[in-house]
């Protein structure tokens, strides 16, 4: 063998091995439900931090030296989502944050598309909440899979078995319980483990979870497990076990893998209790990147070549640096810092420069990236979400899900003397993706109407068209949102809309949509309209 060839193999080697210990995964949940909680755990479990108390206290800090996460502070939630690296027995772990506060935006669902699996977090006494749902049909759709926590279990929650099955009718998965509570007269005292038989009991360090909690493993017909739970409370335990083995199916991976079942698990963020005997079957059972789709058939990530996408851009998250952030997801190959990559939409070479990863909440500089990363590229404008960056030719990853407005309002300038830094802010904003501009004229005109998912997004153009641009505008909310792209002759498009009392708006492109204000309206006009085209999202 040849010195090249060894290197080459060495190479392949490494990149493998990289590749099997990286597990890059969203939690989606409903506000409230602890995914702050949990994360904060995650990272304590994983070493990232000491204590917990420090993603808040981060928070805290970060807010203190901006005046848009000022917003954050004062509503309490998180606006921005992002990215934390960190590792725990023996795996790289990349924590896709998304944001899951009442208003939300198409970025939280874009997230997804960069995750390879998914844990689903539930407030013990409220089951599937309504984020909850829209989210998980994101990653049913992409077949990732779930792995369900219900939380909270230090206090009285709705029965477990109950719960079970709720979850499978509204979500049309089948859930298998790997640990089941148990609970005796001084509360939830740990979780039967049904893959080993054994009873996890928990001990917290008398600190309110700040720290690791202690668990000693014991057989379910110790008298540990009697004396902890008392005889009626055991003898319910048993029978529930037993209920549990004959009407639940056995757990199957392929199953998970393809996202049809969900190993379902019991635990307390707040006091650690069960996080990290879920963490350790979650990195155990959990995949590594696998192979994705693009327009030149299946990138596989051991392939030598570097691909990835932007699934999220993020304009001057450093007000000192008015910089912009494309977070990428590596596909394949080794990102190595310098290298020039295609740009395949715009065909041109492009170095990606300050490439930057993500430690609980903290940018480092890196070197080098393997597939199933997410790195920050600082990007000058050139791209945009949906955007490939391939060194294996002109390839095309096609799986980035768009999504509806769902509310839409008229920017009313301020200051009219303003109006080209709102046209600007307007256009720069929107690129991240987080909100969509129309116009009631197909040239652009004077009256620029704003789509978004969540009604957030409205609150945070504004104080950032403010705040970054100079342009201090209002919004006022219009009744008209429901959407549909149309294609079809201008003539008959502009005819249909006045016959059906529908706004005929035009998006950036200058394709014409119509805004209903009923669901009715929509639906009759998609019965009856045969001639012209209507789409849910841009075509
Ligand atoms: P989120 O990010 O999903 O919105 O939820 P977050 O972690 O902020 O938790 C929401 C509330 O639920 C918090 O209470 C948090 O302390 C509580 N919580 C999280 N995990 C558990 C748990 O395992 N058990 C119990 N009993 N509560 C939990 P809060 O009163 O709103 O805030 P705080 O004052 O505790 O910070």
């Known amino acids: 063998m040849t010195m090249s060839e060894d290197v080459i193999k060495e190479g392949i080697a490494s990149l493998a091995k990289e590749i099997a210990c990286r597990r890059t995964f969203a939690i989606i949940s409903h506000p409230d439900a602890g995914k702050t909680t949990l994360t904060e755990k995650l990272l304590l479990y994983g070493g990232a931090i000491h204590m917990a108390g420090s993603v808040k206290a981060k928070r805290d800090q970060r807010q203190a030296t901006s005046d848009w996460m000022e917003m954050e502070r004062q509503r309490g939630i998180s606006v921005t989502s992002s990215v934390m690296q960190f590792s725990y027995g023996g795996c790289q772990i990349n924590l896709l944050d998304t944001p899951g506060h009442q208003d939300f935006s198409e970025d939280t669902y874009r997230t997804l598309v960069a995750a390879d699996s998914a844990v689903m977090l539930l407030d013990n006494r409220k089951g599937v909440e309504e984020r909850t749902r829209q989210l998980f049909s994101v990653c049913k759709r992409r077949r990732i899979p779930i792995f369900t926590f219900v939380n909270k279990c230090d206090r009285i929650g709705a029965n477990p078995l109950t719960l079970l099955d709720d979850i499978e009718a509204?979500?049309?998965?089948?859930?298998?319980?790997?640990?089941?509570?148990?609970?005796?007269?001084?509360?939830?005292?740990?979780?039967?483990?049904?893959?080993?038989?054994?009873?996890?009991?928990?001990?917290?360090?008398?600190?309110?979870?700040?720290?690791?909690?202690?668990?000693?493993?014991?057989?379910?017909?110790?008298?540990?497990?009697?004396?902890?739970?008392?005889v009626v409370e055991y003898d319910k335990l048993c029978a529930e076990i037993e209920l549990l083995d004959a009407a639940v199916p056995p757990f199957s991976e392929e199953s998970m893998l393809a996202g049809e079942m969900s190993p379902m698990y019991f635990g307390s963020a707040i006091s650690n209790f069960g996080v990290e005997s879920f963490l350790g079957d979650f990195l155990r059972l959990a995949p590594p990147p696998t192979s994705r789709q693009s327009t030149k058939g299946t990138v596989n990530p051991d392939s030598s070549e570097f691909t990835g996408f932007v699934f999220k851009i993020q304009a001057n998250m450093d007000p000192k640096h008015r910089d912009r952030?494309?977070?990428?997801?590596?596909?394949?190959?080794?990102?190595?810092?310098?290298?020039?990559?295609?740009?395949?939409?715009?065909?041109?070479?492009?170095k990606l420069s300050a490439p930057q990863q993500f430690m609980a909440q903290e940018r480092v500089g890196i070197e080098k990236a393997w597939p199933g990363d997410v790195i920050g590229v600082l990007d000058r404008g050139s791209l945009r979400i949906g955007d490939t960056l391939s060194a294996a030719g002109p390839l095309e990853f096609q799986?980035?899900?768009r999504f509806p407005p769902e509310r839409f309002a008229r920017v009313v300038p301020k200051d009219p003397l303003r109006?080209?830094?709102?046209?600007?802010?307007?256009?720069?904003?929107?690129?991240?993706?987080?909100?969509?501009?129309?116009?009631?004229?197909?040239?652009?005109?004077?009256?620029?109407?704003?789509?978004?998912?969540?009604?957030?997004?409205?609150?945070?153009?504004?104080?950032?068209?403010?705040r970054e641009y100079g342009a201090p505008c209002r919004f006022d909310y219009i009744s008209?949102?429901?959407?549909?792209?149309?294609?079809?002759?201008?003539?008959?498009?502009?005819?249909?809309?006045?016959?059906?009392?529908?706004?005929?708006?035009?998006?950036t492109k200058g394709t014409p949509i119509y805004?209903?204000?009923?669901?009715?309206?929509?639906?009759?006009?998609?019965?009856?309209?045969?001639?012209?085209?209507?789409?849910?999202?841009?075509?």
């Open 515 to 539: 805004l209903f204000d009923d669901s009715w309206k929509l639906r009759s006009t998609l019965q009856n309209v045969n001639d012209l085209v209507f789409h849910e999202v841009a075509p």
């Open 419 to 466: 109006r080209k830094q709102l046209d600007t802010g307007l256009r720069e904003l929107t690129e991240e993706g987080a909100a969509q501009v129309f116009y009631e004229d197909s040239a652009i005109g004077p009256a620029p109407i704003v789509g978004a998912v969540g009604l957030l997004q409205f609150d945070v153009l504004q104080f950032r068209l403010e």
């Open 170 to 230: 509204d979500l049309g998965i089948v859930c298998v319980p790997m640990t089941w509570p148990i609970v005796g007269p001084t509360g939830f005292v740990g979780v039967y483990d049904r893959r080993h038989g054994m009873v996890n009991l928990f001990t917290g360090a008398g600190d309110h979870g700040a720290s690791r909690s202690a668990v000693r493993s014991v057989p379910l017909d110790s008298s540990e497990v009697r004396g902890a739970v008392g």
């Open 325 to 350: 952030i494309a977070f990428l997801r590596i596909c394949s190959g080794t990102f190595t810092v310098g290298e020039s990559v295609l740009h395949v939409r715009t065909g041109k070479q492009i």
């Open 399 to 401: 799986d980035i899900p």
């Open 480 to 507: 008209h949102r429901y959407p549909r792209w149309v294609l079809g002759p201008r003539s008959r498009v502009i005819q249909e809309a006045a016959k059906r009392g529908c706004m005929l708006l035009y998006d």
